[in-house]
């Protein structure tokens, strides 16, 4: 079965520390997403990237960054964290193409809950 | 640049009643659409796609959606709703420009009553 594995469920950090959230797929998926899911907003686009080394700025990147060195591996960077990045942050990947018989969709991590205090 | 509009913050429907979520989009080319649901606790689940051909398109769980070009609308619906079919329904657009890129809806809270 496919699988996008984000490695904490739940952290917590301080304002100002770095944090680093990551993001494995076993898909062989050329795309990958970050995205931040805050009640009444939905799920807004911070960053994607659709091939290693390459990204491109979402709709809200500001204050985060990423990195994509290998392949299944997706990294969101909060460079120096603050209360209002509190959120849930969900990861995603897909295949690359939007012909229907790629079964192309996103396919979701199981999301992880930030508190910045 | 591309929206998803999701008119409803809240709905709240008796088991047993029909439903019909509404999504409206803005893209300027011919959009990919899609609905996923988020049911408590739970990560995100694709209930049905639009690429292209028939309107009217099936997927699990017994929704259907309807996309109308001329309304720029891609409402779901289900003719007779489940207690388990409360959850977050998100609407999205896939928006080819240049790369793949997922624009998602504000979503809509579904709670059925018994």
């Known amino acids: 079965d496919v699988k996008v594995t984000q490695s904490s469920r739940y952290l917590v950090k301080r304002t100002g520390e770095k944090v680093f959230l990551e993001c494995v797929q076993d898909?062989?998926?050329?795309?990958m997403f970050w995205y931040r899911q805050d009640p009444g907003l939905g799920l807004r686009l911070i960053y994607f990237s659709y091939d290693v080394k390459m990204k491109e700025k979402g709709d809200i990147p500001e204050g985060y960054s990423v990195s994509r060195e290998k392949k299944e591996r997706f990294s969101l960077i909060l460079e120096s964290a603050s209360t209002n990045q509190t959120s849930m942050y969900l990861c995603a990947s897909s295949i690359q193409g939007w012909d229907p018989s790629t079964n192309e969709k996103l396919f979701f991590g199981s999301g992880t809950q930030l508190s910045v205090l | 640049a591309q929206s998803v509009t999701q008119p409803d913050i809240h709905i709240t429907v008796s088991e047993g009643a029909s439903l019909e979520l509404r999504c409206n989009y803005s893209?300027?080319?011919?959009?990919?659409l899609f609905w996923y649901v988020q049911s408590p606790g739970q990560g995100l689940q694709l209930l049905l796609k639009?690429?292209?051909?028939?309107?009217l398109v099936q997927g699990i769980k017994g929704f259907e959606a309807e996309f109308k070009r001329s309304q720029s609308s891609f409402n779901l619906r289900k003719p007779s709703v489940h207690w388990s079919d409360a959850a977050e329904y998100f609407c999205?657009?896939?928006?080819?420009?240049?790369?793949?890129?997922?624009?998602f809806g504000t979503g809509t809270r579904l709670k059925v009553l018994a």
């Open positions: 898909m062989d998926h050329e795309n």
């Open positions: 999205a657009v896939g928006a080819r420009t240049g790369t793949y890129k997922y624009i």
């Open positions: 639009y690429f292209s051909g028939d309107t």
């Open positions: 893209y300027g080319a011919t959009p990919y």
